[in-house]
Nanobody
Framework: QVQLVESGGGLVQAGGSLRLPCVASGRTLSSYAMGWFRQAPGKEREFVAAISWSGTTTKDADSVKGRFTISRDKADNTVYLQMNTPIPEDTAVYYC??????????????????WGQGTQVTVFS
């Protein structure tokens, strides 16, 4: 059983930057794609970004394209979400998740099998 722990959330001013790490334990995730989702108050959880098992392929939601970057450190079993120039609309609880496959075949919640507890990010202007 894998455990995912997100951290790095907090208050950030619009236009600043924040990096969210997600550390996995319980088993190695080097053979699986990983992803980030977010859920704002009163809204559905939505896809943010994903990265393939090798780290060579990424996929971003249009809303964060060019501002957020997903990366992974396979040696540390950690995936990161670098948030640059955030805007208030990025305020949400951010969750990392393990994809069911090595490649990013799909970006729906059902494509991911294990989830962390989330970390709150609040962007103020």
């Amino acid at each position: 059983q894998v455990q995912l722990v997100e951290s790095g959330g907090g208050l950030v001013q619009a236009g600043g930057s924040l990096r969210l790490p997600c550390v996995a334990s319980g088993r190695t995730l080097s053979s699986y794609a990983m992803g980030w989702f977010r859920q704002a108050p009163g809204k559905e959880r939505e896809f943010v970004a994903a990265i393939s098992w090798s780290g060579t392929t990424t996929k971003d939601a249009d809303s964060v394209k060019g501002r957020f970057t997903i990366s992974r450190d396979k040696a540390d079993n950690t995936v990161y979400l670098q948030m640059n120039t955030p805007i208030p609309e990025d305020t949400a609880v951010y969750y990392c998740a393990v994809h069911r496959w090595a490649l990013i075949g799909g970006a729906e919640m059902s494509d991911f099998g294990s989830w962390g507890q989330g970390t709150q990010v609040t962007v103020f202007s």
